[in-house]
């Protein structure tokens, strides 16, 4: 491999998913220079999630040294960023990750929570740009949450900071697949308004067309779904007074104009902040596939 020496400062950032891996470099001013993307094998272990990570990484550097190198994953990460604790959708807790990544690119590497990660992203070069409190609610598959405050990812005690998925909105209501009963991802994510439609798989952009041809089944569902993430976003803003809420996430970048309305509304008729501080703005994400990239290059940038 040719290196490239530059003046100029590249961060590594890579978004590992549970089904896909997409490593960036990205400039010391938020521009992502060149992309490597690959499916991951079902059933990939560890090491082979980190090979193909690593090899993706050396094709988007393209001979480039990294100063330094930032990791989203589905799952908790320590508050030092140095370990992936726990992540249910793909073999990579306990594994050495930052370490391994150090040792293979020469430069100091550090692992975030992705939907946080992303969030940062989007506050760094997207829709929430120039904002130092940001609450993210990212319903998909289902529902991740995240939370910058003064200008920094909220990690809490132990990296487990921001579930909003799993706060209970129906005390004993529909269960969720984290095994409590009510909680927001079991009534405002994808897979929720799947079994309000009774069972079928169903992916965002066929929501989208269904409520394009008023089929009033999925309209309700939809409604329903985006009631109780409103719902949610007003308790949020309650408790971290932020600037601007961001909506992202599969199911809002197929359904947002639908979405969006019911939220921004029950923010501004909610009767005690907005009447006493004003009203709070409520954006859709901008970056897309690149938001945990970016963001994990914002994070490695701090290091």
């Not at 703005?281 to 914002?298: M, N, S």
Request: aromatic share 4%; net charge positive; proline share 4%.
């Amino acid at each position: 491999m040719t290196i490239v020496q530059t003046s100029k400062a590249v961060y590594l950032g890579i978004d590992i998913g549970g089904t896909k891996i997409l490593a960036a470099a990205v400039s010391s001013t938020g521009r992502v220079l060149s992309r490597a993307k690959a499916k991951v094998p079902k059933g990939a272990s560890s090491r082979e999630v980190f090979e193909l990570a690593a090899g993706l990484s050396k094709a988007a550097l393209g001979g480039r040294l990294p100063r330094a190198i930032g990791v989203g994953v589905p799952g908790i990460v320590s508050p030092k960023g140095d370990k992936v604790l726990v992540a249910p959708n793909i073999k990579i807790a306990g594994f050495p990750l930052a370490a391994r990544l150090k040792d293979r690119f020469k430069a100091h590497a550090v692992i975030g929570n992705d939907v946080s990660v992303g969030l940062l992203g989007e506050a760094w070069k997207g829709a929430a740009k120039g904002k130092k409190n940001v609450i993210g609610l990212f319903p998909g598959t289902g529902l991740g949450g995240g939370a910058i405050v003064d200008g920094k990812i909220l990690l809490g005690a132990h990296g487990a900071a921001a579930e909003f998925g799993h706060i209970v909105v129906v005390r004993g209501g529909r269960r969720c697949g984290c095994g409590k009963r009510g909680c927001l991802e079991a009534y405002s994510s994808r897979s929720a308004i799947e079994k309000a439609l009774g069972g079928a798989q169903m992916k965002s952009k066929a929501i989208k067309k269904a409520l394009a041809r008023r089929e009033w089944d999925v309209v309700g569902a939809v409604r329903e779904a985006s009631e109780h993430l409103a719902d949610a976003a007003v308790s949020l803003r309650q408790v971290f007074d932020p600037e601007l809420i961001l909506l992202g996430g599969g199911l809002v970048e197929a359904c947002g104009a639908f979405i969006l309305p019911i939220v921004r509304k029950a923010l501004d008729t909610d009767p005690f902040f907005t009447r006493t501080i004003g009203r709070c703005p409520v954006k859709a994400a901008a970056l897309g596939d690149d938001a945990i990239v970016v963001g994990a290059a914002k994070l490695a940038s701090c290091l």
